[in-house]
Nanobody, 126 residues
């Protein structure tokens, strides 16, 4: 499974940005998907996750109400819509896929994820 993230860039505080991640090499609807991020000098942290069919989602408290994860299984793509961005959201954003997970389940634990994309940089200026 290969994951290709795109859509990062520079945005002013209060602005919005959407990043996406296209999967190839497997059956996308078999994977729960997640977004994680890593800021300079910090550990990678969970951002959002979505179940195989998109029915269930879960968010880190720091982004709840501002970020929305979604997926289009027909396009093998997961999205992260980010609104009301703040400088502390500056990070490299990684998408990841977890296999062998039940239909409605999600995971916020990086250790559970089997495949990772290369990351896309999001920079929020103050």
């Amino acid at each position: 499974v290969q994951l290709q993230a795109s859509g990062g860039g520079l945005v002013q505080a209060g602005g919005s940005l959407s990043v996406s991640c296209e999967a190839s090499g497997g059956t996308f609807s078999n994977y729960a998907m997640g977004w994680f991020r890593q800021a300079p000098g910090k550990e990678r942290e969970f951002v959002a996750t979505i179940s195989r069919s998109g029915t269930n989602t879960n968010y880190a408290d720091s982004v709840k109400g501002r970020f929305t994860i979604s997926r289009d299984n027909a396009k093998n793509t997961v999205y992260l819509q980010m609104n009301s961005l703040q400088p502390e959201d500056t990070a490299v954003y990684y998408c990841a896929a977890v296999l062998r997970i039940s239909q409605g389940a999600t995971s916020s634990r990086a250790v559970n994820y089997n495949y990772w994309g290369q990351g896309t940089l999001v920079t929020v200026s103050s």
